[in-house]
T-cell receptor, first 114, second 113 residues
Framework: GAGVSQSPSNKVTEKGKDVELRCDPI?????LYWYRQSLGQGLEFLIY????????KSGLPSDRFSAERTGGSVSTLTIQRTQQEDSAVYLC????????????FGDGTRLSIL | GDSVTQMEGPVTLSEEAFLTINCTYT??????LFWYVQYPGEGLQLLLK???ADDKGSNKGFEATYRKETTSFHLEKGSVQVSDSAVYFC????????????WGLGTSLAVNP
């Protein structure tokens, strides 16, 4: 079946603009995660959604970052007033929601802020 | 808090060499442990996992054993191929909490023919 789908695959925008990144998880996966991967760095957790529970936003680096998940499926990550340090690959993952279940990743969105 | 420490790369090997990538962790209870791989230009993929002590995860000739006594989950392969060139990430999922994986920084592996 289809894996995690992210769009766009690449995004180039000017500093100060808002961007919206989309993630379509695997059907039936209740948990959805956003991560950021900067060049030469590991993965930085941003936010986690599980079913109808309140999201865990503890990883969001500033109030310019927000995310929502509509209908327990598609999620959008929004970055307002982008800064150059926001340049990174943004990865989305989904899982069945138990701790022993792996997360399945999309191919990411490469965001470049000019 | 929980953490994962992975050996630094890059690691460069000749084809058919033995590979070990060390991973140690700090966590309470019994986390689940994972190795993910990122091939050039591709997304992260699960390579193998182990969910309880002494479990051995294996896939594509790679193995890792969950060692509670040494809090380790080292990745091994007996004979690497050029196609194994990738970045390898060790990660843990805290016990009873799949909210976020705790990641190592990744180890880049280059296998030369």
């Amino acid at each position: 079946g289809a894996g995690v789908s992210q769009s766009p695959s690449n995004k180039v925008t000017e500093k100060g603009k808002d961007v919206e990144l989309r993630c379509d998880p695997i059907s039936g996966h209740t948990a959805l995660y956003w991560y950021r991967q900067s060049l030469g760095q590991g993965l930085e957790f941003l936010i986690y959604f599980q079913g109808n529970s309140a999201p865990d936003k503890s990883g969001l680096p500033s109030d310019r970052f927000s995310a929502e998940r509509t209908g327990g499926s598609v999620s959008t990550l929004t970055i307002q007033r982008t800064q150059q340090e926001d340049s990174a690959v943004y990865l989305c993952a989904s899982s069945l929601g138990q701790s022993n279940q792996p997360q399945h990743f999309g191919d990411g969105t490469r965001l470049s802020i000019l | 808090g929980d953490s994962v420490t992975q050996m630094e790369g890059p690691v460069t090997l000749s084809e058919e060499a033995f590979l070990t990538i060390n991973c140690t962790y700090t966590a309470t209870g019994y986390p689940s442990l994972f190795w993910y791989v990122q091939y050039p230009g591709e997304g992260l993929q699960l390579l193998l996992k182990a969910t309880k002590a002494d479990d051995k995860g294996s896939n594509k000739g790679f193995e890792a054993t969950y060692r509670k006594e040494t809090t380790s989950f080292h990745l091994e392969k007996g004979s690497v191929q050029v196609s194994d060139s990738a970045v390898y990430f060790c990660a843990l999922s805290p016990a009873g909490n799949n909210r976020k994986l705790i990641w190592g920084l990744g180890t880049s592996l280059a296998v030369n023919p």
